[in-house]
Nanobody
């Protein structure tokens, strides 16, 4: 059974940084790409980035330059670094693979 558990969310000031984690179990982690999505209050869920099994992370247009995805196969974990945070980044962030979703971690950007 595939399980994904996100962590690392919280309250951050505009212009700050935050690093989210997603721990996966029940899959051969190194064989699977994982996606990050987010859902802001009152909005539809949107794709943020895809972390492939090899090569470079692919980003949504809004995420280019401020977001950085990475993975540690030894720890079955993918990461999403958010730099220069903006209030518009306020959302629940989810990771997903093979149509399985975690429960998300809430990021709130506010002064």
């Amino acid at each position: 059974q595939v399980q994904l558990v996100e962590s690392g969310g919280g309250l951050v000031q505009p212009g700050g940084s935050l690093k989210l984690s997603c721990l996966a179990s029940g899959i051969i982690f190194s064989h699977n790409a994982l996606d990050w999505y987010r859902q802001a209050p009152g909005k539809q869920r949107e794709w943020v980035a895809t972390i492939p099994t090899g090569g470079s992370t692919v980003y949504a247009e809004f995420a280019k330059g401020r977001f950085a995805g990475s993975r540690d196969n030894a720890k079955n974990t993918v990461f999403l670094q958010i730099n220069n945070t903006k209030p518009a980044d306020t959302a629940v962030y989810y990771c997903s693979t093979n149509n399985v979703w975690g429960k998300g971690t809430l990021v709130t950007v506010s002064s």
